[in-house]
């Protein structure tokens, strides 16, 4: 498998099973939906806000999904689980943002085929995705967005995909890979 590939699904991986295991609604009551990324990039996208779609759209993370479509990928899925890659849960965790949400909870613009999307890695948007809200870091957190407070923090997210377990695991240097992938929100003068 090359090398290429296997980043891709490791990444995939990591922010889609983090997605899945670590965004519980902030009370019970409440389940936060998945908007998909291109309503999150309908405010992400210009440059002089940091252009976060424009990297996402360059990244391996937005072809995760795809990759779960070649033979080789196939070929490991069905010998490990007897089914297609785009079958299998085991592949989807780290492939797909949103694979096994309830329907309820998925946007209309969002689709399984973006892969790993920015709801991965920063939580279901629904809630939070309004200009007021997002103005409001304190308000932003409580309806569901997830921030990191440090490389090492978001290189423990990183792993949770990015790890021997992967049955195409090849050696994860964060922080070659953080290089490719980090985005910011520039400071507003």
Known sequence: MSSKLFMLICTAAAFSFF??????PADDNKSFGYIGTKACGMCHNKEKDG??????????????????????????????????????????????????????????????EDGVQ??????PG???????IMKDREQSVANGL????SEAEVEKFCIT????????????????????ISHYIPEKN
């Open 161 to 180: 995909c990015h790890n021997e377990e992967s049955p195409t695991y090849v050696a994860f240097n964060f922080k070659e890979m953080w290089q490719q």
């Open 126 to 132: 629904s809630e939070y995705k309004s200009l007021k």
């Open 118 to 123: 920015c709801e991965s890695c920063h939580g």
């Open 146 to 149: 997830k921030i990191y407070s």
């Open 51 to 112: 252009a976060q779609l424009k990297i996402w759209e360059n990244s391996r993370h937005a072809k995760a999904y795809e990759t779960l479509n070649s033979q080789e990928a196939n070929k490991i899925s069905n010998e490990l689980y007897g089914k297609k890659a785009i079958e299998a849960d085991e592949c989807l965790v780290c492939h797909a943002s949103g694979f096994d949400v309830d329907a309820a909870l998925i946007g209309k613009k969002f689709k399984l």
């Open 19 to 24: 997605a899945f295991t670590k965004y519980a």
